[in-house]
């Protein structure tokens, strides 16, 4: 594998962060690149997950094509009369950044099967695409996550797209019941290796403390 796929069971579940978290580990040893294909929901100069990125991890971070509107990417592209590229198309700008060797991350909108371009092609799409690529799939702590997991999981299954694991991407200073035995049944429901888990605050956290403290996050060797 050269190239991670960065997903979510849904939106807002921290896949920026997340993505954030694995550039700022897997940079300790071998060059990283992430690429933002799709950003909806910031205008023309507010910053956007690719600058988030970049600030919390220190690595090169890109964006494609940015929309204005906080919704599915297919929706804010015609809401403003924007043309997508397809997924082949974006494949190839990612493919255009990949480092000779090292790791290239692709942080995905919104979940698994939310449309990217104009003939709704989605992430999975996408993927078919990207030689040498896994999915990451960012998944929350609390109740319904085993649910929403499996139907990504199945989802990309189905397609015969490799997983590399799962990343939980907050994990409560205090989790309650749900969250303590999600963690526990998470791996063997899905039949994947938890990856890791992420501390709920760690966007906050300065960056040079989120980078010192993402190998403490992972469970396997960078």
């Known amino acids: ?130 030689p040498h690529s896994a999915f990451v799939v960012v998944v929350r702590a609390g109740l319904g996550t085993l649910n929403h997991t499996m139907l990504t999981v199945e989802a990309l299954r189905a397609r015969k797209l490799p997983i590399a694991g799962l990343v939980v991407g907050a994990w409560p200073e205090d989790p309650d019941l749900a969250e303590r035995c999600n963690l526990e049944e998470l791996p063997g429901l899905a039949g994947l290796p938890l990856l890791g888990k992420l501390p709920a605050n760690a966007a906050a956290l300065p960056p040079e403390t989120f980078r010192a403290q993402a190998p403490t996050w992972f469970n396997f060797p960078a």
């Open 1 to 130: 594998m050269s190239v991670l796929l960065v997903t979510g069971t849904d939106t807002g579940v921290g896949k920026t962060v997340a993505t954030a978290a694995l550039a700022a580990y897997l940079s300790r040893s071998t060059t990283v690149i992430v690429s933002k294909p799709l950003q909806t929901g910031v205008d023309a100069v507010e910053p956007g997950d690719a600058d988030e990125v970049r600030r919390l991890a220190g690595v090169e971070a890109h964006e494609g094509v940015r929309l204005r509107d906080p919704l599915a990417p297919t929706t804010a592209a015609r809401r403003e009369g924007v043309d997508l590229p397809s997924v082949k198309e974006q494949a190839a700008a990612i493919d255009a950044l990949r480092p000779p060797s090292g790791w290239t991350l692709v942080e995905g909108a919104g979940g698994l099967l939310v449309g990217l371009d104009g003939e709704g092609r989605n992430l999975a799409d996408l993927a078919v695409h990207l």
